[in-house]
């Protein structure tokens, strides 16, 4: 009960922020989950050398998955559901995005009425705030096997799929390369006062994350001194997410986006946007992570999922949409977007330290940006 509690007070906190979600195709409602002789439990933690036989043959009886996903739908989201469903032709994979607040509301408000309609869920938080309300099982993954620890729950209730590094994103044809902010102390400079801008959402990509790699990097009194100065800079609260910011950004509506990720930056400049990013150090770095719902209707699919997204299949997928991946054997497109081989400093967030300090960092968001 005391997880339970932890788990709705991180809740209230998120969807304080707001935000609207994106949907993809719509995941419809269920009552239960799909019959079998194993529980859901069971199935996440199948080893052995028919493990991945059993997999299919039971995913062919459930012939779909119900996937709630942080990551962007034309960029990530859809390659990863035509690659999938290439490999598993008899899966039909529906998807909702969202951020994690979106998700977390989506999920706790279809348990409390006991309509159990997601298999498996990921975000750089919410897949840890249910796990804090009891709603995942610990599962298992081949896939997993050379992946850092630190990008595997001990527990083994989530798994990272893709790294963030936050950073700065400009439009070009706004900011001179000369005079782009390298530093948070440039960011005081009067001549950006009301040019700049951030979502307000909760999660990585936010006001929230970006007052929170201060605190932890600045210390508590002077992290606190320096937001205090940041915050007369009349910064432009977006209801959206980080892309979205960085988007208005590229249309020209503000010259310069706080806390992006940082190979949305650079897919969008290979498109020919104005658009370009810069480190502002030490970097913010999350985690994308992923989980495996306790009542999942279709835990046989959802586990071949799971392997798929975080072998090299999957995780190609995504090194090939832009994105981070989080699986070692697959190094990333661009170099120069990850800490060791970009040169630049980060300081890294787990999934468990964002959860913890999320009502903190948000708060102290609210008093400072939000209502000054």
Not at 42 to 60: D, F, T
Request: aromatic share 10%; glycine share 8%.
């Amino acid at each position: 009960m005391a997880l339970k509690k932890q788990a709705w007070t991180a809740l209230a906190v998120l969807l304080a922020a707001g935000g609207a979600a994106a949907c993809g195709q719509a995941a419809p409602a269920s009552g239960g989950q799909a019959s079998s002789a194993l529980s859901v439990a069971q199935i996440a933690q199948l080893k052995g050398p028919n493990r991945e036989q059993e997999l299919i043959a039971g995913a062919k009886k459930e012939g779909k998955l119900v996937w709630y996903t942080a990551l962007i739908v034309n960029q990530a989201v859809e390659p990863m559901v035509k690659a999938f469903e290439k490999q598993y032709p008899f899966i039909k994979v529906q998807y909702y995005r969202g951020n994690s607040g979106d998700e977390i509301q989506k999920v706790e408000t279809a348990y409390r009425a006991h309509q159990y309609n997601v298999d498996v869920v990921d975000g750089s938080l919410a897949p840890i705030v249910l796990d804090q309300a009891g709603d995942t099982v610990p599962f298992y993954s081949p896939s997993l096997a050379n992946y850092p620890k630190e990008l595997v729950d001990p527990q083994h209730q989530w798994a990272a799929t893709n790294l963030y590094f936050m950073a700065l994103g400009y439009n070009t044809h706004l900011v001179p390369k000369s005079e782009v902010p390298k530093t948070y102390q440039d960011l005081l400079d009067p001549r950006w006062k009301g040019k700049m801008a951030w979502s307000v959402s909760e999660g990585a990509g936010g006001g929230a994350s970006f007052v929170g790699n201060i605190l932890l990097t600045m210390g508590q009194k002077q992290g606190m001194a320096y937001l205090q100065q940041l915050s007369k800079q009349q910064i432009h609260n977006v209801s959206a997410s980080a892309r979205e910011v960085l988007n208005q950004v590229i249309a020209g509506q503000y010259p310069i986006a706080l806390e992006i990720f940082d190979n949305h930056a650079v897919i969008s400049a290979a498109q020919g946007a104005p658009v370009s990013w810069v480190p502002l150090q030490p970097v913010p770095a999350f985690e994308n992570v992923i989980s495996v719902m306790k009542h999942a209707p279709d835990p046989y699919a959802a586990m071949l999922f799971i392997d798929f997204m975080e072998g090299k299949a999957g995780q190609t997928v995504l090194r090939d949409a832009g994105y981070l991946p989080a699986n070692p054997a697959v190094p990333a497109q661009d170099p120069s977007l990850e800490a060791n081989t970009g040169h630049f400093k980060a300081n890294f967030i787990s999934p468990a330290e964002s959860a913890r300090d999320v009502k903190q960092w948000t708060n102290v968001f609210n008093q400072l940006f939000l209502h000054p």
